[in-house]
């Protein structure tokens, strides 16, 4: 085990920690609630989370059979012109439904009851990254992420196994191409170098040509949408692969490539950097691998025993990493008890900070941690946060006048007397958005702003300060 | 002792000529001004851009892996056409350089430069035993290092490092929303924009605008320039110790002060400088044009860096890859022209590059898989134009794929040496034999 974090060091910032790593963060009240349960009973309420399915039906999406029966019908047509014209409002359709469908899931993570499943579900969406800008069906990408979610804090051993069978996988790494005469190795390299060991460890480029020839045969059934395997595409010679010999398929392989020693570390590593740390954890990454090894792979365990973990709350850890646009996007709602903004708003918002959800840039996901920061996102972000406590929408690409106001109940952040304490709403409003209270310079500056707006701090002001907190660089941590 | 020197001078910067104003702290660009004066005295080989007068590079990454067969095609091999039988560009389409290579069809503009001796085409570009991962071989791309050397800077950001300490953070300016590898420094530098109207701190939904712009400058103003004193202005809750950013912070603290001291300068530029050439519709065309304005604007840039994605055809890629070089080649056009007409063309050079090109045989999708060498282009008022390099051997391929025969360090070390007059062995690690078209 590693070393756990002492009970009597888990006080309300290590509450609002876990919400925050753990989910998108929360109110006041519910760091609180968070906190009474204790350390391992807030673990625990995140780990199990409770049900939400029924509140969040998904958006009407087309099915594949229909879109399959469409595209025959515009092969058919009478003219080039009216097949193109079929083919491009088919495409319009999609590129809608998508778009419903990241607002559906945004929406899942701000109000859902299992905000770690959630959390999770973005996890492998970023581990095994599947962009909609080759899969180009809606419905197909959306079943993809019901699979993330459902076993999201279950067997890995199992999801990579269903992932490999998973179409929007198998269409964005281009498996229904390959077959025993000419196997397509794109697969098989990235479930190597990026899924399961890493770039270069133990394998060659032999063992990706004989992988690939593993997973010949997998297809997509065009009406069903669904996985496929037709035996005689399949090559069922012998592989030498990794050193063992015999008539693999693709199981065999994913069971062959966890047998590895490396493969262990691979994922705790991922994980760890994920809710913990950039910079290195030698120790608890050793510990998360030895737990992920112990149980079979059962992701749950090993997120227990980061969460339980002294290092995950050491200072070092709390408010240092940067977040991701989507956790910005969340918690910033989350943290103001504010609906998130219209869909319009949030397509710029992701397509301006660089996570564009089923989209990541390429099949390796978003590289994080500093890459989301640069001169350009980081001026957004603040431009960002001035027309969610503003409504007023700036010249920003993607934005209209009128792109919809957030309502933030700012009654309930600010009540009345808190107004008329600059010092007192400084501190309560910093310790709402920032998880801490500034000190030093920064403090007096702020209090110096708020007092200089009279005594009676009306909406604006309050506006104005919200602003200023949000474009703070401590207000990109968490 | 020179770090006494640096500490008097910023200490004196600090009280004397901000008029020791304790909200204020020194951006990072001049603190490194006054560094590189330090430096200069220690003979350093400092490079200072005035903006109307210095070499600039453009960098233009085709993400992917281009397929480089087709890009410059070998028309007069059979062996070409035996391996692509689906794929192969027809003989008589290419636009011929020679009796044995022509370019794609679309790359028209890039004919055009070539016969106007503006265009250097470098053939068989490669590094040994190459890597066929995308992320693996960009970063080899981008960090010049050995395939088997992983490297934290980028070639680029260490040409910063060497000759460009105390410039200003826009001495590197990269068009996109991440900054690239290549940028990456032991200083960090360069700024990283999209679309410059929005690069700026908009106050004007604020309801007092002037103060909270005023507000919003202090805060980012930051406390000191000492890393892990940046975050220790905030206290915890509930006294489990102090907020330790550490590096993390200081790179938001730097970033946000950086992007601030550059964002009036280049909003002001694109908001004065039109081009007098029309571009066409494209990512790559819009960057170029941003890239363009800037340099007539005189920015002190030294290297620009630009990227269209798209190459990774691994199925399908007959129509793709024709529409991508049709959309390189108008932008490139565009962008020349728009040069030339500023009088610029003759400072800037143009260099492409992918982080492989493909597999030699196409493969059962209608693609070409990820390969090896692959050929690349430098465009400038400053070539020697001509063909450099040899066109590898169809006959001879090591794994399925061509056998390189330039490094693409040598390239670098090129552009390095002769164009922006850098000492390439402080950059590069070692020495790279020069080639001569420049």
Redesign the interface.
Known sequence: MAQRLNPSQWTPACAAHLLNRAGFGGSPAEVQALHALGLDGAVQRLLEGAPDDDLFPPPVLTLPGEIFDRIQTARRSASEDAKQELLKEGRREQHAQIRALRCWWLERMRYGLHPLREKMTLFWHGHFATGVEKVKMAWIMWQQNETFRARALGSFRSLTKEVSRDPAMMRYLDLPQSNRDKPNENFARELMELFLLGEGVRYTEDDIREAARAFTGYRIDPRKGSFLFLPRQFDAGAKTFLGKTGPFDGDAVIDILLAQPESCIFLARKLVTFFVSDAPQPALEQQTAATLRRSDWVVKDALREIFTSAAFYSPRVMRSQIKSPVQWLVQTARVLEAPLPSQTALEAAMSQLGQVLFAPPNVKGWEGGRAWISSATLLFRCNLAGYIVSGKAPEMEGFRKGSGAVEIPLTRIAPPALRREPAALCDALCERLLGARLGGEDRERLVAFLGARGPDLDDRSLRDFLHLLMSTPEYQLT | MKNDTLHTRRTFLRTGVLGGA??WTLPVFLERTFFALDAAAADVAIQTATGRDAPILVVLQLAGGNDGLNTVVPWADDAYFRARPRLAVPADKTLKLNDRLGLHPRLTALRRLYDSGDLALIQGVGYPNP??????STDIWQTASDADQFERQGWIGRYFDSCCAGED?AVGVSV????PLAFSARTPKG?????P????????????PA??EA??R???AG?TMEADAA????????????????D??D???R??L??QV??DRILEITRRVRSSVTYPNSQLASSLHLVSRLIAGGMPTRVYYVSQGGYDT??GQAGSHDRLLGELDAAVGAFVSDLEAQGNFRRVMLMTFSEFGRRVAE???GGT?HGAAAPLFVIGGGVKPGIYGRQPSLNELV?GDLVYNVDFRSVYATILEKWMTARSESVLHRKFTTLDFI
């Open positions: 304790v909200a890597n066929r991962s995308h992320f693996r953070p996109g929303r991440q900054s700024v990283t924009l999209s679309r109207e929005q690069f700026r701190f908009m106050a004007e939904s604020a309801g007092d103060a909270t507000a919003f202090e805060m980012n406390e975050g220790a202005s905030i206290q915890s809750l509930g006294g489990a110790g102090a907020m330790v950013g550490g993390t912070m790179y938001l603290r970033t946000a950086d992007a550059s964002s691994h199925s493969n059962n999708s898989d794994r």
